[in-house]
Nanobody, 125 residues
């Protein structure tokens, strides 16, 4: 599985961005595709996850109610709609895929076998 993240950019606080993660290769129904984010000097943190073959989604508390993860199976693409952006959302965002993890481990970086390159999101105050 190869992942290609895009959609980052510069936005003012309160604005919106939509990130895309285009996946190629064989994606099975129990695959989770997730978004993580990382700022300099800090660990890569979980943001949101979606299961390829179901409607299940998970979010970190910091983005609940503001971010929405969705997928388009026909386009093999996962989206992260980010609304009401805050300066603290500034980070490099990465998408990741894993087919051997269980739902309770979606927030764990080590559960994912495939990673895309990052896309930078900058939110100005």
């Amino acid at each position: 599985v190869q992942l290609q993240a895009s959609g980052g950019g510069l936005v003012q606080a309160g604005g919106s961005l939509r990130l895309s993660c285009a996946a190629s290769g064989h994606i099975v129904s129990n695959t989770y595709i997730s978004w993580f984010r990382q700022t300099p000097g800090k660990e890569r943190d979980f943001v949101a996850a979606i299961k390829w073959g179901s409607r299940g989604t998970d979010y970190t508390n910091a983005v609940k109610g503001r971010f929405t993860i969705s997928r388009d199976n026909a386009k093999n693409t996962v989206y992260l709609q980010m609304n009401s952006l805050r300066p603290e959302d500034t980070a490099v965002y990465y998408c990741a895929a894993g087919s051997t993890l269980i739902r309770s481990s979606v927030a764990s970086r080590t559960a994912y076998a495939y990673w895309g390159q990052g896309t930078l999101v900058t939110v100005s105050s």
